[in-house]
Each structure stands twice: as structure tokens, then as C-alpha cells.
Nanobody
Framework: QVQLVESGGGLVHPGGSLRLACVAS????????MSWYRQTPEQEREFVAF???????EYGEAVRGRFAISRDNAKNTIYLQMNNLKPEDTGVYYC???????WGQGTRVTVSS
């Protein structure tokens, strides 16, 4: 049974930081490109970042320079370190193996003063 379980969301002030985690199980994680997406109230699901099998990384324009994606293959886990958070970063963050069609349930991030 495939599972992607996100954690680490919450309420943070503008300028603050959060670290999201996503634990994967039930598929070949080490061979999978893994991604973070987010769903904001104003927009459709938006690409945030992906990390390749060889740790190649790419970021969406809105988060480049502030967010960092990483993976720990020994723990079947990806992370998203989010720094200098802005109110427009508010949304539900999902991890995914897009090519395989696997998505988590999401974790909510709220950036507000």
C-alpha cells in the first residue's frame, strides 16, 4: 500500500521558517523523483520543488532562494525547509511522486501576523 505522509505544517509569522517532512512507503522511493506542490486559496495547485534520484533539484519561481528540498533515502523521507516565509506562501503543501501518480494528503501552512 502506497503512502505519503506529510508533517510539519502550522502557523508561522512572516519572515519565519518551517520544515516539512514527507515519509514514503509502499513503492521504490530511492528510484523516484519526489516533489512538493502547494494549493493556495487563490490558485490551482502550484509546483514548489522537486528532487531527482541523483539529488538534482529544481524550484518554482515563487520560492527559489527561500526554500530548499532534500531527501534521506535511508528514511524514505523528503524535506522542505522553508525560510523567510511570506503570507502568500499560505496553503496546503503536498508531497508527490508525480510520475507514479502518488500524492499525500497534505499539510497546512499558514503565514500570518
Amino acid at each position: 500500500q502506497v503512502q505519503l505522509v506529510e508533517s510539519g505544517g502550522g502557523l508561522v509569522h512572516p519572515g519565519g521558517s518551517l520544515r516539512l517532512a514527507c515519509v514514503a512507503s509502499g513503492f521504490a522511493f530511492n528510484d523516484s523523483v519526489m516533489s512538493w506542490y502547494r494549493q493556495t486559496p487563490e490558485q490551482e495547485r502550484e509546483f514548489v520543488a522537486f528532487i531527482g534520484v541523483g539529488s538534482f533539484r529544481e524550484y518554482g519561481e515563487a520560492v527559489r532562494g527561500r526554500f530548499a528540498i532534500s531527501r534521506d533515502n535511508a528514511k524514505n523521507t523528503i524535506y522542505l525547509q522553508m525560510n523567510n516565509l511570506k503570507p502568500e506562501d499560505t496553503g496546503v503543501y503536498y508531497c508527490a511522486s508525480v510520475r507514479k501518480g502518488y500524492w499525500g494528503q497534505g499539510t497546512r501552512v499558514t503565514v500570518s501576523s
